[in-house]
Structure formats: structure tokens, C-alpha cells
T-cell receptor, first 113, second 110 residues
Framework: DTAVSQTPKYLVTQMGNDKSIKCEQN?????MYWYKQDSKKFLKIMFS???????INETVPNRFSPKSPDKAHLNLHINSLELGDSAVYFC????????????FGQGTRLTVV | SQELEQSPQSLIVQEGKNLTINCTSS?????LYWYKQKYGEGLIFLMM?????EEKSHEKITAKLDEKKQQSSLHITASQPSHAGIYLC??????????FGKGTRLHILP
């Protein structure tokens, strides 16, 4: 049973397209995150949701929009994809946003061509 | 499947003391990364190790990757309250996977 699952694992798409990455956690956690790992392996937090409410929204382009239909799901929708969006995107969850470790999904490797 | 095991899961040390956190894999790692998560915040990249036997330092934090590239240790010298948080190791594993440990929660007592 995968605790945090992301789909798809790989995504290759053309510039200008709109795509979504899905994330689901079956741990009953209250907080979910989206991270972007760039080519230098830095993990940058993009969004954080706690009980369906956005609590962190770092400086990311408006083309990125998180959607959380319920606290077990946090999807990432990206409009008008650009070459610079190519990266590995990680979803994670934690019991609460403070003082607890995060459980990560396997990552989605996005390549924009 | 390949996994990263971190130990200990939780660590409480007196300010000024040294400490070590370990990250172990059953198979060869192709790149090992250490991150720190401050309470209530996102992950902060600390350092990356790629070569067997490699050692890197940043301020009072030193990370090593063993010769077999299956184990890494993170050592903090003269710990300070600012070192408190959750330390997470991540790695490039076989078959193009990226995996993470479960994290080590570090508390520093004044």
C-alpha cells in the first residue's frame, strides 16, 4: 500500500500544453505539499495545504494552480507549460504542518519539449 | 524495493554537544542529498554527495558518503538551538527513482 502516490510518474509534453499531476495520500494526514526539485537537486516548496486550505504559496507563476478536493488529495495543474517547468515534482504529506516529518511520493518527472 | 533508513528517528541533545544522524540503503546510491526541515516550514537543501568517500562541510555540519555509497552520516558539531528541526536524506536510486528517508527529528535542549 503506497502511502503517498503520484501520477503520472513520467510526463513528456509540448510547450503551451496544460497538464495535471495527481497526488493522493492514505495516511490520514492533514497537510499536503508540492515541491519542485530543480536540476541542482534543490527542493523548493511550492504549495502547502492544511485541511483543504492553502497555507503556503511561495512565489510561483500563476500558471501553477493547486487543487485539493479533499484532504487526501492535492493535485497540481499547470497551464501553458514552458521549457523551464521541466523538473521533478514531489508531493508530500505530514500529520500537521508543525514539528512532524513529511512522507514523500515517488515524484513526477516532467519534461517540456 | 530500495529504501533509505534513517537513524535515529528522534534525537534530543544538550546544546553544545555533537551528534550524528545516519542514512543507510541496501543498494548503491548514485547521489545522496541531505535536507533540513524547520518546524512548520519547507525543506532546505544542505548538501549533496556523489562520490564514494566524499565528505562535505557547511558551517558546523559535515556529511560523509561511505566508499560503497550505501551509507551516509550527518554530523553536527557543538549543536545550537538553530540546528533543531527534521533532517531528511534523499537519494538517486536504481531504475531512475528518487527516494527519501523518513526523517530524523532533532531537539536541542538549552
Amino acid at each position: 500500500d503506497t502511502a503517498v502516490s503520484q501520477t503520472p510518474k513520467y510526463l513528456v509534453t509540448q510547450m503551451g500544453n496544460d497538464k495535471s499531476i495527481k497526488c493522493e495520500q492514505n495516511l490520514g494526514h492533514d497537510t499536503m505539499y508540492w515541491y519542485k526539485q530543480d536540476s541542482k537537486k534543490f527542493l523548493k516548496i511550492m504549495f502547502s495545504y492544511n485541511n483543504k486550505e492553502l497555507i503556503i504559496n511561495e512565489t510561483v507563476p500563476n500558471r501553477f494552480s493547486p487543487k485539493s478536493p479533499d484532504k487526501a488529495h492535492l493535485n497540481l495543474h499547470i497551464n501553458s507549460l514552458e521549457l523551464g517547468d521541466s523538473a521533478v515534482y514531489f508531493c508530500a504529506s505530514s500529520p500537521t504542518g508543525t514539528g512532524t516529518e513529511a512522507f514523500f511520493g515517488q515524484g513526477t518527472r516532467l519534461t517540456v519539449v | 524495493s530500495q529504501e533509505l533508513e534513517q537513524s535515529p528517528q528522534s534525537l534530543i541533545v544538550q546544546e553544545g554537544k555533537n551528534l550524528t544522524i545516519n542514512c543507510t540503503s541496501s543498494k548503491t546510491l548514485y547521489g545522496l542529498y541531505w535536507y533540513k526541515q524547520k518546524y512548520g516550514e519547507g525543506l532546505i537543501f544542505l548538501m549533496m554527495l556523489q562520490k564514494g568517500g566524499e565528505e562535505k562541510s557547511h558551517e558546523k555540519i559535515t556529511a560523509k558518503l561511505d566508499e560503497k555509497k550505501q551509507q551516509s552520516s550527518l554530523h553536527i558539531t557543538a549543536s545550537q538551538p538553530s540546528h533543531a528541526g527534521i533532517y531528511l536524506c534523499g537519494a538517486d536510486a536504481q531504475h531512475d527513482k528518487i527516494i527519501f528517508g523518513k526523517g530524523t527529528r532533532l531537539h536541542i535542549l538549552p
